[in-house]
């Protein structure tokens, strides 16, 4: 079963929650599609390592301490007999200010935590692993940052605030420009800087994912009326983002497998 709990109120700047998930199963494999996610995260596998299938048939096993970018390419996770996951999902400028490491250098892939922030990681890393409860391990992690904050790398700018809004896609590169009082090149570069991609690819990526997520709750829903809620200027600019996305055509996607929040 999923547990979430919110962080401590000095670090909600940078993180958003913590998730824990534990599952154990006989079956040779579960694969389950994901698709794009405006995220990023840490994440933590303690128990069974965990392997990605991409759609051009290459594969990947992923380390037990991970930082993911945004997420720019349909894959399937394999989960593991027993996977164990504990994720530290940040705000979207969250790795940025605390770390002053661009997040251009995450976009699509999973890198090792330990290997960006050296023995530091390594030794929370050791302790998550040998905590007993998702209590402890969030323990753990909050000592860790809340360290981390008294010297953050970036301080807070107006382009923090935007990034936040959950209705991010439905304003223009301008609009969100003024709002962050930057010219449009200076919202870009310090966009990419924070998110690892452009604010035209970010706001695709959030406005399919509430598509998304509107379509797994409301199955009886047509995708053109979808599109239409979700702001699209058509439904077949969703189903352009759809192939791009997922690499298949709705009809061919497991709703009822995929993992979208």
Same mark, same amino acid.
């Given at each position: ?6 962080p401590?109120?000095a *670090? ?8 824990? #998930?534990h =599952? ?5 494999? $579960?694969?389950?599609? %994901? ?13 069974d390592?965990l ?53 251009? *250098? ?8 330990? #290997?960006? =922030? ?5 030794? $929370?890393?050791?302790? %998550? ?15 860790f ?12 700018h ?11 896609y ?40 509430q ?12 995708w053109?009326h ?36």
């Open positions: 079963m999923l547990q979430i709990l919110p401590h109120p *670090l909600r700047p940078f993180v958003k929650a913590y998730w824990y #998930l =599952l154990q199963h006989k079956a040779p494999a $579960i694969s389950i599609p %994901i698709a794009p996610i405006p995220e990023s995260c840490l994440y933590f596998y303690p128990k390592r392997h990605v299938n991409y759609l051009d048939k290459s594969t990947q096993t992923i380390p037990d301490n991970i930082i993911t970018g945004q997420v720019t390419v349909r894959h399937n996770l394999v989960i593991p007999n027993n996977y164990l996951m504990f994720k530290v999902l940040l705000q979207p400028s969250g790795f940025f200010r605390l770390f002053g490491i661009p997040m251009t *250098l995450f976009a699509g892939s999973y890198e090792e935590i330990n #290997l960006v =922030l050296g023995n530091e990681i390594k030794e $929370i890393r050791e302790r %998550i692993e040998n905590a007993a409860t998702f209590g402890q391990m969030v323990s753990i992690t909050e000592a940052l809340l360290r981390k904050i008294v010297n953050y790398r970036v301080e807070k107006a382009i923090d605030a935007v990034l936040e809004q959950s209705n991010f439905h304003f223009s590169l301008d609009q969100l420009a003024q709002e962050a009082c930057l010219s449009s090149r200076q919202f870009e570069r310090k966009f990419l800087e924070r998110t690892g991609v452009s604010p035209k690819f970010y706001s695709r990526i959030a406005r399919f994912n598509a998304m997520k509107l379509k797994q709750k409301a199955p009886q829903l047509s053109m979808v599109a239409h809620d979700c702001g699209y200027f058509d439904h077949n600019h969703l189903l352009r983002d759809f192939k791009q996305f997922t690499g298949e055509v709705p009809s061919g996607f497991d709703f009822e497998k995929a993992v979208i929040y």
